[in-house]
């Protein structure tokens, strides 16, 4: 018996931690089944403090972010943590390492290369370098840094660490990220020399969309560096970046996130961060006025390069072009490894499909997406660029040099995202659904790109807030999200408090957009931390986006007014409802105020039941009862007394039916019902928005409808979760017809192959078709209850839980149902079979049987009427439901 996987809050052993006091947590290994703590030991042995090392002890079964129990570690500590439980051996030591904690531990300025790259974007890159001198070879050395713009650090002559993107997205002027790097063995007695490249990136590059903004945080681009020396007599020196860095333009000549980069590699300095190198002709760096209290850690991975793609195929276009597939839609960059002149120039044109066979680049808008590399000449040359990145599974190249073999050798999709830790896996006896599972999976990690974007290729990639609201669950079952979406919410609520309610993305850059309260969009700020809590068990996020989600809630209890209805002002309500034409994706058939009105009601409840969470009781008792007044305008305002409600569709039923507010047990099974029967009056098609959407399948399940679930998300023609699969998508599209079933893209001037917000289903995919959900936060107490459906003969459902592994799954044959569950060591699980009583079980593997006869084996399908041009020419005639419902 042991503690295993000890870890501080939301990073991995051994990362940057932006607190002295970290929370800490632990799971059980080899322990026997039902076994629940009694106590822990933790030992903390400080790095440098001589003594014996400090114990603290911890009565009961806290083994998930439990509190520091030691006097807090001061910055830029290390130390070591270990843990043991009545009757085990100890853990193996978790590392833990400070950053910089308070502003005055900063010296290192915020520097400007003099001159900087100017003139309109994409800009030139530049590189900067810095001496300094050690009197001996280091014990210890790291190297904090970050910038305005994007940096990559070198030290004397190679780059340090794998960091790409850095800093990172956050909302600068109230937190800018910092990274730290280990760079002992990188420095010698004597010259050592720091340097680092450094680009516009989000900070002062092109962002946004409808032509965008440029230089929004500032006008100048900076790096700050600060070196922490310590060496082996226990003595510590620093360094910082200081007027005495020299600065030179680098290479790229220009480089955007959305526009791609340009390297000459003939213009590379050789040797330029190496010590001995000296150019006459580079310029120097100016001091930038810089508040080092907006410095904070990371409290999430940072985007590295988690996977390589090769060439799939290599396509010759009707035009001649060169094509190359990857196989998979992502975000990412190529590598190229290739020979040829000096001079010859390779350009990359990236896109997400083909069309007629060629690039399909118009749903990139603005974005260029456009590489260049100029060859150094005579030798192999390996080059990938730094500061770009584009959503893409085809590229076009033109030039390739003949000197450098076959394109498809020389060429290396790298794909990029923030390296969260995959948590989640679901497989199933239909290979579509495992297909659209796999494509969810895709769309979250091309996304989560350090913020939780829309999109990853064209002109926009925001953090759009009414996206991750909806997809917060299931990003948290798929990936350990908890550090991510913490610091993201942090940035939320400092946007909030600027600009007084919760915009429509975070970070907030101006655009043509109108930025004003939006329901969904601005219920990310209740949704978001819940989900995390939900998932995580973090009573922490709950805590500290507290305010935020109160501001929200009140923000709109105010707009509401004391009727309870937020009926008044424009509303994103049910956006991209399949019904609405391309061109204009508001046009949803629910209207905006019910859409409004039910998350009102959903974000009150979420705030009262995280008051509830946090022990405080008045905001309990008010938001709850705010919540139930909600629900009552609601009920009184847009469902009859037959329980249908007035907007006759499916995303209101789904809405009324998931978040409550139907009152009486009848009228509820009346509505469930009534969606059923819309359900299958769309030919079993989905005529909702990213509103609705989520819900509609748990609406139907919950509602006593599960064959209609079955059926809705079996469906294979447009609009359905599986049509895009059968038209070959490798990841969740932004419309449900981004690309129409003739092969062309969406006429729309908004239509991505590469948006989450619809992939949402896949939480009912883990919940209810394998059966693991949560029925505690953090999965203390997990749901295991599998509804078997839709002729699948087996499902699965494996989830890394702050526990262990825990997972479900089942197989039927012959009227029976077998289930399969294991419950990790610290939890229990409710299990709730079809047919069964509920039973309680504790930690363990367990195996359950009973009788079980589906509806029908595999349900017939009705024939597919072209039930997207049906529910459109239905939309053109009807222009609110309400007429529908009196008719
Ligand atoms: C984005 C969406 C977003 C929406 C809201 C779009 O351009 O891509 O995902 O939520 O705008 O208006």
Request: glycine share 10%; net charge negative; with cysteine.
């Amino acid at each position: 018996m042991r503690a295993v996987d000890v870890r501080p809050e939301h990073v991995s052993p051994g990362a940057l931690l932006g607190t002295g006091t970290p929370r800490l947590s632990w799971r059980a290994d080899g322990v026997p089944d039902g076994w629940t703590q009694e106590w822990a030991e933790l030992e903390l042995t400080r790095d440098g403090v001589p003594g014996a090392p400090e114990t603290a002890r911890v009565e009961g079964t806290a083994q998930l972010l439990v509190a520091w129990p030691f006097a807090p570690l001061p910055s830029g500590a290390a130390a070591g943590v270990r843990v043991r439980f009545a009757g085990s051996d100890w853990s193996e030591p978790c590392a833990l390492r400070v950053g910089l904690l308070a502003a005055s531990d900063w010296t290192a300025a915020m520097i400007s290369p003099e001159p900087d790259a100017a003139g309109p974007t994409p800009r030139p890159a530049m590189l900067l370098r810095g001496q300094v001198s050690l009197r001996e070879a280091p014990a210890r050395a790291t190297w904090y840094v970050t910038a305005r713009g994007l940096a990559t650090p070198e030290v004397n002559g190679g780059r340090v660490g794998d960091v790409e993107l850095l800093p990172g997205w956050t909302s600068y002027h109230h937190r800018l990220r910092y990274y730290s790097f280990d760079v002992t063995d990188r420095l010698a007695a004597g010259a050592n020399v720091l340097g680092a490249w450094l680009a516009d990136g989000w900070y002062r590059g092109f962002v946004g969309f409808e032509g965008g903004v440029r230089n929004h945080y500032g006008d100048r681009t900076g790096f700050l560096g600060q070196l922490e020396v310590t060496y082996p007599d226990g003595t510590r020196e620093t360094f910082g970046t200081d007027a005495s860095w020299r600065s030179a333009t680098s290479p790229i000549t220009a480089a955007g996130l959305y526009e791609g980069e340009t390297h000459d590699a003939r213009a590379l300095p050789v040797g330029w961060s190496a010590p001995g190198f000296d150019d006459a002709r580079w310029g120097g760096v100016s001091v930038a006025d810089f508040d080092h209290a907006t410095l904070v850690a990371p409290e999430g991975p940072p985007v590295r390069c988690t996977a390589e793609l090769g060439v799939v195929e290599v396509i010759t276009t009707p035009s001649g072009k060169t094509v190359l597939d990857f196989g998979q839609n992502a975000a990412g960059r190529l590598r190229l490894r290739l020979r040829g002149p000096a001079g010859a120039v390779v350009t990359l044109r990236h896109a997400e499909v083909l069309e007629n066979g060629e690039l399909g680049t118009r749903p990139l808008r603005q974005a260029a997406a456009t590489d260049r590399y100029v060859l150094a000449g005579g030798g192999e040359e390996t080059w990938e660029p730094r500061f770009t990145i584009h959503g893409f599974r085809y590229a076009e190249v033109a030039g390739w040099p003949a000197a450098s073999g076959p394109i498809a050798e020389g060429v290396t999709f790298r794909v990029l995202h923030s390296d969260l830790e995959r948590t989640g896996h679901w497989a199933s006896s239909d290979e579509l659904l495992n297909r659209l599972h796999e494509n969810v999976r895709w769309g979250m990690v091309s996304n989560f790109v350090d913020v939780p974007t829309d999109c990853p290729q064209r002109d926009e990639r925001l953090g759009w807030t009414g996206d991750i609201g909806v997809f917060a669950p299931t990003a948290s079952y798929l990936y350990d999200t908890a550090g991510f979406l913490s610091s993201w919410l942090k940035d939320l609520a400092a946007e909030q408090a600027e600009l007084g309610f919760v915009p429509i993305y975070v970070p907030y850059v101006p655009t043509v957009f109108p930025n004003i309260p939006y329901a969904v969009w601005g219920d990310a700020a209740t949704l978001v931390p819940w989900a995390v809590y939900e998932r995580g068990g973090d009573l922490g996020v709950l805590a500290d986006a507290y305010d935020s989600m109160r501001d929200w809630v009140d923000t709109v209890l105010a707009l509401a007014g004391p009727g309870r209805l937020w009926d008044r002002g424009a509303q994103l309500g049910d956006w991209l409802d399949p019904t609405a034409p391309p061109e204009d994706p508001l046009q949803a058939r629910t209207s905006g105020e019910l859409v409004a009105t039910a998350y009102l009601a959903r974000s009150a409840r979420i705030l009262a039941d995280s008051a509830s969470a946090l022990g405080r009781d008045a905001d309990a008792a008010r938001y709850g009862a705010v919540a139930d007044e909600v629900v009552a305008a609601f009920d009184a305002a847009y469902v009859t007394p037959d329980g249908r409600v007035v907007d006759t569709t499916q995303t209101a039923y789904a809405l009324a039916l998931e978040f409550g507010l139907i009152r009486g047990d009848e009228r509820r099974a009346l509505a469930a019902g009534r969606l059923a029967a819309l359900v299958e009056e769309s030919n079993f098609h989905i005529s909702s928005g990213f509103a609705g959407t989520p819900l509609l399948c748990d609406a139907l399940a919950g509602g006593g409808h599960l064959d209609e679930a079955y059926h809705l998300l079996q469906t294979r023609t447009c609009p359905s979760w599986l049509y895009p699969v059968t038209m070959g998508a490798t990841t969740v599209w932004e419309r449900w017809d981004s690309m129409l079933p003739d092969g062309t893209i969406n006429p729309g001037d908004m239509t991505s192959f590469n948006h989450y917000a619809l992939g949402a289903v896949a939480d009912f995919l883990h919940r209810v078709v394998a059966g693991l959900a949560p029925a505690e936060p953090g999965y203390r107490t997990i749901l295991v209850a599998p509804r078997p459906g839709g002729g699948l003969t087996w499902a699965s459902a494996r989830l890394r839980t702050p526990y262990g592994e825990a997972s479900v799954s089942w197989e039927r044959a012959g009227g029976r149902l077998s289930v399969r569950a294991v419950v990790p060591p610290g939890a229990s699980a409710i299990v709730d079979l079809p047919g069964r009583p509920r039973a309680v079980v504790a930690s363990g593997t367990h195996a359950f049987e009973c009788d079980y006869r589906a509806a029908e084996a595999d349900p017939p399908r009705p024939p597919d009427l072209g039930a997207f041009d049906r529910l459109r020419a239905r939309a053109a005639t009807v222009t609110s439901g309400r007429a529908d419902v009196k008719e």
